[in-house]
């Protein structure tokens, strides 16, 4: 996937690497590791997928930051929302991207 080489949570760096295969467990595409501030995808993954992989990475970093525990679920579906509300609703992005201005996502509508 061509994404991001780094991503910064609560202000903390983590780096992000592709690897494969991912041996933790079967079925897992990513894993954040907390005390390196890495965050590894499994390198056979389309973008679609890659991204949203990301996300729930991030979202478990988030979780171990505020909460002190990771809740594997609430990562998955919380993942899930954020990487479909951008995909299909490409001019919040915009918003970020461009400044947000009046009129800006009228003219999406």
Do not use: K
């Amino acid at each position: 996937m061509q994404g991001p080489d780094e991503l910064i949570i609560f202000g903390r760096t983590y780096r992000i690497e592709e690897i494969s295969p991912i041996h933790a467990a079967e079925g897992v595409l990513g894993l954040a590791a907390f005390r390196e501030g890495v965050i590894y995808l499994d390198a056979s993954l389309d973008a679609p997928l890659a991204l949203s992989t990301l996300w729930h990475e991030a979202i478990h970093i988030a979780q171990q930051e505020l909460l002190g525990t990771m809740d594997e679920a609430q990562a998955r579906w919380i993942a899930l929302f954020v990487h479909c509300l951008l995909f299909q609703n490409p001019e919040i992005l915009r918003c970020y991207l461009e400044g947000f201005s009046p009129g800006l996502l009228d003219e999406s509508l």
